[in-house]
């Protein structure tokens, strides 16, 4: 079946350091999705990108999806402190979505 | 943007005894939601999605019986975890699709005893 593995599994970086987790889908999806869990919270939507080599942006977050539609990534510019927390990729492929194993993202200040 | 509720938020119960687990979607009509399970620092794995007025299309490995799922409205799913074990301790969060957007419950903390 689909599998998603996502890279890295965690991500320590000092205030001001980009970051970048990447996630590879073991089949080509339709979509794939971005989510971020804060601590203790649950997971939020923060994008969909659906078209071949499609790069969306969002203030300092830069999402892409690869030309085969089977890889992505989200690059955070300058990390900040409330960007703390676990983003996962989810890829969908015909309504069968699974989620990767998230990148836990801690910032030191 | 929309707002799925859950409840309860934490619940602690006996092993042996069964817990239902509430996801409504509030200013949305949710024809599917899905059930999910987070283990600590893991991430999401998908049980169930629960369609309304139909039965419930499980998993691989997701045992039907004692993950009762009821949709009995376009608003309400519920999970029942029934006969509950300390191995049933986990996080389990709902969530509906609103267009191409999918929003979760805040989520429902089941420890068993």
């Known amino acids: 079946g689909q599998q998603v593995m996502q890279i890295p599994q965690y991500q320590h970086v000092q205030e001001g350091e980009d970051f970048t987790t990447y996630c590879n889908s073991s089949?080509?999806?339709?979509?794939i999705q971005w989510y971020k869990q804060r601590p203790g919270g649950h997971p939020v939507f923060l994008i969909q990108l659906v078209k071949s080599g499609e790069v969306k942006k969002q203030k300092r977050l830069t999402f892409q999806f690869g030309e085969a539609k089977k890889n992505s990534s989200l690059h955070i510019t300058a990390t900040q402190t409330t960007d703390v927390g676990t983003y996962f990729c989810a890829g969908n492929n015909n309504n069968d979505m699974r989620f990767g194993a998230g990148t836990r993202l801690t910032v030191k200040p | 943007g929309a707002v799925v509720s859950q409840h309860p938020s934490r619940v602690i119960c006996k092993s042996g005894t069964s817990v239902k687990i509430e996801c409504r979607s509030l200013?949305?009509?949710?024809?599917?939601m899905f059930w999910y399970r987070q283990f600590p620092k893991q991430s999401l794995m998908l049980m169930a999605t629960?369609?309304?007025?139909?039965?419930?299309?499980?998993e691989q490995g997701v045992e039907k019986d004692k993950f009762l799922i009821n949709h009995a409205s376009l608003t309400l799913s519920t999970l029942t975890v029934t006969s509950a074990h300390p191995e049933d301790s986990s996080f389990y969060i709902c969530?509906?699709?609103?267009?191409?957007?999918?929003?979760f419950g805040p989520g429902t903390r089941l420890t068993v005893t």
């Open positions: 629960s369609n309304e007025g139909s039965k419930a299309t499980y």
């Open positions: 969530s509906a699709i609103q267009g191409n957007e999918q929003y």
């Open positions: 200013d949305f009509q949710a024809t599917t």
């Open positions: 089949t080509t999806l339709s979509n």
